[in-house]
């Protein structure tokens, strides 16, 4: 993990640089996510991070109901997501459908690959 640290940590730069949401229970923060429109009309999503004791809640779904209304009303018409792995059945219960693979920009995993999923919001 710490080789991937550069990759997966929340920087200032990142919050400033893409759209962010922040999920909150009880005045906590549980959650995040991170979207870059840039590329319209096709969304990036960038980051949705759950804290792992606030699991099983619903906050993953509502943080991905609310990074598609952005899209949408930036007119954005798809999402796309380079998922690791063990999230893309998460995403494929959202509607996202498989769109390929690329390679994983970690350091030390050559062989590791991310599928590709994109979710049509309109």
């Excluded at 219960?93 to 690959?113: T, Y």
Aim: charged share 20%.
């Amino acid at each position: 993990m710490d080789l991937w640290r550069s990759e997966l940590e929340i920087t200032p730069a990142v919050i400033a640089d893409l759209h962010c949401i922040v999920a909150e229970l009880n005045g906590d923060c549980v959650g995040m996510a991170a979207v870059d429109n840039r590329r319209n009309p096709e969304g990036q999503l960038e980051h949705l991070w759950i804290r792992p004791d606030a699991h099983g809640r619903g906050i993953g779904g509502r943080l991905f109901e609310a990074v598609t209304q952005w899209c949408v009303s930036q007119g954005c018409r798809t999402v796309r997501i380079e998922s690791d792995p063990d999230a893309i059945l998460f995403y494929e219960k959202q509607g996202a459908v498989r769109a390929g693979a690329v390679p994983a920009p970690m350091p030390g995993a050559p062989d590791r690959v991310l599928p590709v999923v994109l979710w049509h919001v309109v």
